[in-house]
């Protein structure tokens, strides 16, 4: 139904800004609620974000992240963004987006998943 591809990862020094797109194609992001989870080097995997599919668009953030990073939607590209500031290097990992029929911290819940893009918190 949808494809997703993650991009915007790489190397950041810690207290800097990274942005992170997922792009869609097959269908508009807009049908789905959309998250983001990272995985860090011998973690599981973690809900880190997620925008709902309703209309007032709600979001949610996971405590570590909350204040510092931002989800949002550009329909006009169908693309998800996680706007990431003050960054820390425990903020280190691989970044998965992922879209599902409603918004939830459980990632099971989720149908498609994207290949992932790593971002490295380091001086």
């Known amino acids: 139904q949808v494809q997703l591809v993650e991009s915007g990862g790489g190397l950041v020094q810690p207290g800097g800004s990274l942005t992170l797109s997922c792009a869609g194609t097959?269908?508009?992001?807009?049908?789905?609620?959309i998250a983001w989870s990272r995985q860090a080097p011998g973690k599981e995997r973690e809900a880190v974000s997620y925008?709902?599919?309703?209309?007032?668009?709600?979001?949610y953030y996971e405590d570590s992240v909350k204040g510092r990073f931002t989800i949002s939607r550009d329909s006009a590209r169908n693309t998800v963004h996680l706007q990431m500031n003050r960054l820390k290097p425990e903020d280190t990992g691989v970044y998965y987006c992922?879209?599902?029929?409603?918004?939830?911290?459980?990632?099971?819940?989720?149908?498609?998943w994207g290949q992932g893009t790593q971002v490295t918190v380091s001086s």
């Open positions: 925008i709902t599919n309703h209309r007032d668009g709600s979001t």
């Open positions: 097959g269908r508009t992001l807009d049908y789905y609620a």
């Open positions: 992922a879209a599902g029929g409603k918004g939830s911290t459980y990632l099971y819940e989720y149908d498609y």
